[in-house]
């Protein structure tokens, strides 16, 4: 099967649209379809981050993305992975000291992960601020947070991307550029643009986005998306005109995995995994 069906863009799909399958299937079902590679999501139905036989685990699927011919991002969106009352939580803003120390201890474990597996980027977001939390308290968290993370994302030569997620306290690409600057502009911290967000929030275009953007992108993101409407959507139902920005992302120059992202679909996930790719094929040649 052929790959790269716009040039310069390498394709992904990610397993939190396709938890119906066992992974060993989803990563064939994505090979046989032409990607050219996956973001795994860090969960208990593929890859549990908190099991004993962890590094086992992931020893396998590395042997197993590497048979397939698969690249990988790791994604730590999970939405009950360490607590399963609480969507996303505990975050990275939580009040409490020792939950928020949980989510770091995830994202490094997420790193170490990334790196046995020769991932090219590790996926975060900042979480919802508490209420009661004051912007600047928020903002200080984020950064203690996340300094831990760098420093081991930096020893194991493996970008963290952090996402700007609508709702969040880094919810847009300026509150990306804030975080950078607190942080001092750290070399491993990267970006995930997630196309459907620049669609909903950004007052720029998302082929704009992208090319504000591209100094920093380590992970990419893509579904369609209303204005205004925090929906991910297959491609076709939302308001995104995809040729420009396909062409704009493969002008970047950017090397990494533009991942499907369609969480709420995998009832539909092999069907859809196969639309994407053919919708993908089809815009992408239209860009050229």
């Not at 980027?121 to 004051?134: E, L, M, N, Q, R």
Request: hydrophobic share 40%; aromatic share 4%.
């Amino acid at each position: 099967m052929s790959r790269s069906p716009a040039p310069g863009i390498r394709f992904g799909y990610g397993t939190n649209g396709l938890t119906d399958l066992r992974l060993s299937d989803a990563l064939a079902l994505l090979a046989d379809l032409g990607y050219d590679g996956v973001g795994l999501t860090l969960d208990h139905m593929h890859l549990d981050p908190l099991a004993s036989d962890l590094a086992a685990r992931t020893r396998q699927v590395a042997a197993r993305l590497g048979a397939l011919g698969l690249e990988v991002t790791v994604e730590t969106g999970a939405r009950y992975v360490l607590d399963p009352r609480r969507k996303h939580g505990p975050s990275l803003l939580d009040p409490d000291p020792e939950q928020r120390a949980a989510r770091t201890a995830l994202l490094i474990t997420a790193v170490r992960v990334a790196a046995d597996l020769g991932a090219h980027a590790v996926h975060c977001f900042s979480g919802i601020t508490p209420a009661g939390t004051d912007e600047e308290t928020a903002w200080k968290r984020l950064t203690e947070a996340l300094t831990p993370v760098l420093d081991a994302a930096d020893r194991a030569g493996v970008p963290l991307a952090v996402e700007p997620e609508p709702g969040h306290l880094l919810a847009t690409l300026a509150d990306f550029h804030h975080l950078r600057g607190l942080l001092g502009s750290p070399a491993p911290l990267g970006l995930t643009l997630d196309i459907g967000h620049c669609q909903c929030l950004e007052a720029a275009l998302p082929a704009d986005c992208i090319r504000d953007a591209a100094p920093w992108l380590r992970h990419v993101q893509i579904e369609d998306m209303r204005r205004g409407v925090h929906e991910h959507l297959p491609f076709g139902e939302g308001e995104i005109d995809f040729p420009p920005v396909l062409d704009a992302l493969a002008a970047t120059g950017y090397q990494g995995l533009t991942v499907v992202e369609l969480p709420r679909h995998s009832h539909a996930g092999p069907e859809l995994a196969r639309q994407s790719i053919e919708f993908l094929r089809t815009k992408g040649a239209s860009a050229c």
